[in-house]
């Protein structure tokens, strides 16, 4: 008699009941085999037992209330639709007990196939098959050992090792020189090996194999290796899994039986067409464990016209059903075709841009949805240049991915020496413990940078980024000593001159030379491809999706940048102004001298004589900026770091004043500056004196700043062209600060720009905490407000942003208190929270407050979708990261907004 479905709760579902949607509960495995269903494709009938029965199961260790009766009411109904019971020993159903969870986790968990053998069944089955014994011992033999293996753990070589014996008692490799008799004494053995480590003799209650394998696909979803993929997919740990119960179906019945897979166009370029491999006379295992080799899909239609022809379309049908590229399992059986899986099929980030743009093309997708169909980390990944790893190169050691590319160079150890072989056509590579500003040449010379330590914020990193260049930081293998010109790592030196290669994606780290590829998709933002007469389908579609990502998106884009190439380069890829110009970079080189005669200077006289001496050159810096973004707005950020930053280090210089004084030289100068090092030594130098803080202590400092930009505004209009300065001042926690520093630059300002027509906003960073908290005052003095997510994450959490990435964060990590480093992603919840409130109590107090972000965060695509929903007026990143925060800023558009466009 039938179980009745007492329990109330819907644990199983039959394939007719289900559809694609249903992922959360039927996993995706069992959605879309239910839609296939009900799009009358030939799917193998079956059940689906819900993640829910799992998730009970696995919070209880027994399966929930009901379930073991539902189970029992849809395999009547299967063994009614299929006209034969399970095990029965005359014409067996045999079913597979296959997992699948809402995310797919490729061979991350448990399946069972051929359940229902029993030593008499497998009679049954070979009458069915046509007398075929073979086949019969052999789905038999399959049935014990991955039984064995997967529900009761029985060690996997001691099955393998019983095989190999049996096929060298024979003579042979190959499993199908093997026939009925080896297998029947093969199906012996594996019963002994199973009884040995379980204690018991393998189950013939076909229910009992097929509760046993459920439980089995159940516990799996907890299995280390699933636990550790989850964790690196970021797939949450409480969803469990589906199991879905299919009729088994057999390639393995002769020639005119097989198994394959086919994606509906190829995965890897986008490209139209059907590619997939098929093995004849065999089943899905068979073909993952490479036992013979498969043939291209298109051999079928020599094979078994009439079945290839349904499959394409099948393919055809599922493509326009699904409105995207599928990738399909199918077997034949006695000419016969069965689909047995189908989802909407992995790509990479070339064929996600081709294959979006040409179903706008087939009136499969809109535009909108072409442009929700790919995302800006995909569009990073196609800006790099890449490896051609086809040959073996292995990694010597793995660091931070700090600014993505691939370069291959010399390794350098000096600033200087990477400017001098730079400087000869030599590719370097610049490898420090960490760098500072003193680098900056050697970093501008350098094809990429490599330090061991340091995270994705340290100063190697955020330099490295905004140049665009390949960088990995925090490579703690490898241990630098400059010194001596050389690094250790894996047991081998590397020496001054030798070659090395770093990509600055993945962290790796190569010795040698690896071959290097630039990118087309950077060559056309640079516009030396024109999309319009390209045959590049990868152009054309970025072009395309870009296109319609800018008439969509509300968020400007601007860039960071500090000198007119960046700006230029930009403005390439689209930026709409800069919305942080930071000064202090030209503050060294040549004029450290200048600055040091400023920080030393005892009397207002001297001091004045370094700023009058330093006007010229800034306003210089401007001009060349305010030239290449002609009409458009540039945000000045005045200086910023710590003073002491731009002198040498407190113990190099003691020294070099030591040996000076033992050989009797005049070390007054050196001595002063070490006075004035020592004086100016700080703790905590990021909480110290800088920002707006050097502008109220140094007297004359910004003013000079200003000055220079108001003149290079100036200069730049009566030359004909349209500059339009904004003034932001860095570090404000309090509106006094703001206010003391806008009462000297309006009056500087008025005094400069007379009747020129130029208008110069002044506003402030966000990036101390208590400035977000007092909003509405501060924008009472500020035109606009810029936030500063670098520093506000420092000052939100108490984390040094120079530091804690490469210290600790991977226990952070793992510990999920985040799931990503809060200085690459905005922690929406607390410094997301201080930005929203700053933004609404800005607005609150000036309606028309311009908004932006400069932190590292513009440039990073989920935080440009937090910035669009708070309704900032502008992003402001990396040149490189221009391209990546316009299609996201349409994308978010498109997102939350819908109709929503410029
Ligand atoms: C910031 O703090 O986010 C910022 C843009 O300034 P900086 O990185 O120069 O401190
Ligand atoms: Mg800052």
Not at 202 to 219: G, N, S
Not at 310 to 332: G, N, P
Not at 455 to 472: I, L
Request: aromatic content about 6%; charged content about 25%; proline content about 4%.
């Amino acid at each position: 008699m039938a179980a009745q479905e007492t329990d109330d709760h819907k644990y199983v579902y039959d394939f007719s009941e289900g559809n694609k949607d249903l992922k959360d509960l039927l996993g995706g495995k069992g959605a879309n085999l239910a839609e296939m269903t009900n799009l009358g494709l030939p799917v193998p009938p079956g059940f689906t037992i819900t993640t829910e029965a799992c998730q009970a199961y696995l919070a209880t260790g027994r399966e929930p209330d009901g379930l073991a009766g539902q189970i029992e009411t849809h395999l009547q109904a299967l063994e009614r639709e299929m006209g034969k019971r399970l095990g029965d020993p005359h014409d067996p159903l045999l079913v597979s007990v296959r997992s699948g969870a809402k995310f797919s986790m490729p061979g991350m968990m448990e399946t069972v196939l051929n359940v229902g053998l029993n030593d008499q069944s497998v009679v049954g089955l070979a009458a069915q098959a046509g007398q075929n014994d073979r086949f019969a011992w052999d789905s038999y033999r399959r049935l014990i050992q991955m039984f064995g293996k997967t529900v009761c753990e029985v060690p996997g070589e001691e099955f393998e090792h019983a095989l190999d014996e049996v096929k060298s008692a024979k003579g042979t490799h190959n499993d199908l020189d093997l026939d009925a008799d080896d297998l029947r004494g093969l199906v012996d053995a594996y019963k002994k090996i199973f009884a040995k480590h379980t204690g018991r003799e393998f189950p013939q209650q076909p229910r009992e194999q097929l509760d046993l394998a459920i439980r089995a696909v159940f516990e799996s979803w907890n299995a280390e290796r699933a636990v550790l993929y989850r964790r690196q997919e970021r797939i949450p740990a409480d969803l469990g899994t589906a199991v879905n119960v299919v009729t088994m179906v057999f390639g393995n019945l002769g020639p005119d039986s097989g198994t394959g897979v086919a994606f509906t166009r190829d995965p890897g370029s986008g490209a139209q067409g059907i590619y997939g491999d098929y093995l004849a006379n065999a089943q899905g295992e068979d073909v993952v464990a490479g036992i013979r080799n498969t043939v291209p899909l298109q051999e079928l239609e020599r094979l078994d016209k009439s079945s290839y022809d349904e499959l394409l379309s099948i393919m055809a049908r599922l493509e326009e059903h699904y409105r995207d590229l599928c990738d399909i399992e199918f077997t034949i059986e006695r000419g016969k075709l069965w689909m047995l899986q189908t989802r909407v099929g992995k790509r990479t980030a070339a064929a996600a841009f081709v294959i979006a743009g040409q179903l706008v093309d087939e009136g499969l997708i809109d535009e909108d949805e072409a442009l929700h169909r790919v995302n800006g980390a995909q569009l990073a990944q196609l800006m790099f240049p890449r490896f051609q790893l086809d040959h073996e190169f292995e990694a010597v050691a793995t660091g931070i991915g700090a600014s993505p590319g691939a370069a291959s160079g010399k390794v350098v150890f000096t600033s200087a020496r990477a400017v001098e072989l730079a400087a000869e056509g030599e590719s370097v590579i610049l490898v420090r413990r960490e760098t500072n500003p003193d680098d900056l040449n050697g970093m501008i010379a350098a094809k990429g940078i490599l330090t061991s330590r340091g995270g994705k914020t340290s100063h190697a990193a955020v330099v490295a980024r905004g140049m665009g260049k390949t960088c990995v930081s925090g490579a703690d293998e490898i241990d630098v000593n400059v010194p001596a010109k050389r690094f250790t790592v894996a047991g081998q030196t590397v020496d001054e001159g030798d070659v090395v290669s770093i990509d600055g994606t993945t962290g790796k780290v190569y010795l040698g030379e690896v071959p290097v590829m630039p990118s087309e998709v950077v060559q056309y933002f640079e516009g030396s491809i024109d999309a319009e007469h390209v045959d590049n389908p990868l152009v054309r579609a970025v072009h395309r999706i870009m296109t319609h990502a800018d008439g969509k998106r509300r968020l400007a884009v601007r860039t960071n940048a500090d000198t007119g190439a960046d700006a230029a380069r930009a403005r390439r890829f689209g930026a709409e102004g800069i919305g942080l110009c930071r000064t202090e970079h030209m503050f060294l080189g040549d004029r450290r001298e200048l600055v040091e005669r400023l920080i030393l200077a005892r009397a207002a006289a001297e001091r004045d004589e370094a700023l009058a001496a330093l006007l010229p050159l800034q306003r210089a810096d401007f001009e060349e900026i305010f030239r290449e973004m002609d009409g458009l707005p540039v945000t000045v950020r005045l200086i910023d770091p710590p003073l002491h930053e731009f002198l040498p280090p407190l113990e190099q210089l003691a020294v070099n004043v030591a040996v000076a004084q033992e050989r009797g030289e005049d070390v007054a100068k050196e001595e002063a500056l070490l006075a004035a090092v020592r004086r100016m030594h700080e703790e905590n130098p990021m909480l110290g004196l800088r920002g707006v803080r050097l502008g109220l202590v140094i007297p004359g400092l910004f003013a000079m700043q200003v000055r220079a930009i108001a003149e290079a505004a100036v200069a730049v209009v009566r030359a004909g062209g349209v500059a339009r300065p904004e003034i932001m001042v860095p570090l404000v926690g309090a509106v006094q600060e703001l206010e003391t520093v806008r009462a000297e630059a309006e009056r500087i300002i008025a005094e400069v720009v007379g009747d020129s027509g130029v208008e110069v906003l002044i506003g402030t960073m966000i990036e101390v905490p208590r400035a977000a908290l007092t909003a509405g005052q501060i924008a009472e003095a500020a035109e606009f407000f810029s936030f500063g997510t670098n520093d506000l994450t420092q000052m939100g959490w108490g984390f040094s942003r120079d530091d804690v990435e490469g210290a600790f964060f991977w226990r952070y990590l793992e510990l999920g208190i985040f799931g990503i480093s809060p200085f690459e992603s905005i922690d929406r919840d607390g410094v997301g929270r201080l930005v929203r409130i700053a933004a609404e109590e800005g607005r609150a107090a000036r309606p028309g407050l311009k908004l932006g972000v400069c932190g590292e965060h513009g440039g990073d695509p989920d935080s440009v979708h937090f910035f669009h929903e708070v309704g900032l007026d502008y992003v402001s990143c990396s040149p490189f990261r221009v391209p990546v925060a316009r299609l996201e800023a349409g994308r978010a558009a498109v997102e939350t907004d819908g109709s929503d466009s410029r």
